[in-house]
């Protein structure tokens, strides 16, 4: 088995490969403070893995991460950097401030997809990484998450709440909790379908993917076709992982 892992803004990600299945997915907080070794340990116990690749939006952790990895494995662990080889050519981005993770979700669509790719990430951020038929990776975009514009809302206004995302009973709220939602709801898929029909005039017609946490409650209201996949990062992970394989 495979460990691989997406160190997030919010969660650490574990997620163990038996080729291409998904066998397990496991979580913990995204908390330097952890001892990150015993964490790794008491989660994963009596799981047997051949090695652990992983990709981190958050440096602090990737070390701490990593040497729990190489400590449960007794192997070392494949970090997924700019000095990697991913199939993906980057040459005409700025590579300085870029997440792996958008690097990886793109290899994984180009594994299981048709290109030209429009992949939304919907996490923390909400992100976009656009890769096409050669697999140049063209730019994309970043966007606040659902939570993060709902918790800018509540903080910033003295009578909107707090709130907790579920899925819109209806097109218009009937009240603020409501109203809020589903704002931040169809707010995302109207970004995503004017994004998508911009892009398409562009580079003609996208395979659009989307994976992440908020995906399942923002693909419903789309009225565009769309592929989807909540375990696309750790897909892209063990691409990356066999690419390295002699």
Known sequence: MLLTVDIGNTTVAIAGLRGEEVAFVKKLPSDPA???TAALKGLLEGVEAQGAVLSSVVPALTGPVGEGLKALTGKPVLVVDKSTD???DLRGYDTANLG????VDCVAALARYNPPAAVFDMGTATTLSVVDRGGVFRGGMILPGLALGLEALSARAAQLPPITLSAPQGLLGTDTVSCMGYGALYGAAGAIEGIVARLEQELGPLTVVLTGGNS?????????????????TFLGLGEIWRRRQP
């Open 86 to 88: 991913t199939g993906l």
């Open 216 to 232: 399942t409650l923002v693909r419903p209201l789309l009225r565009i076709s769309t592929a989807w996949e909540p375990h696309l």
């Open 100 to 103: 792996m993770d958008r690097v």
């Open 34 to 36: 952890l001892d990150w």
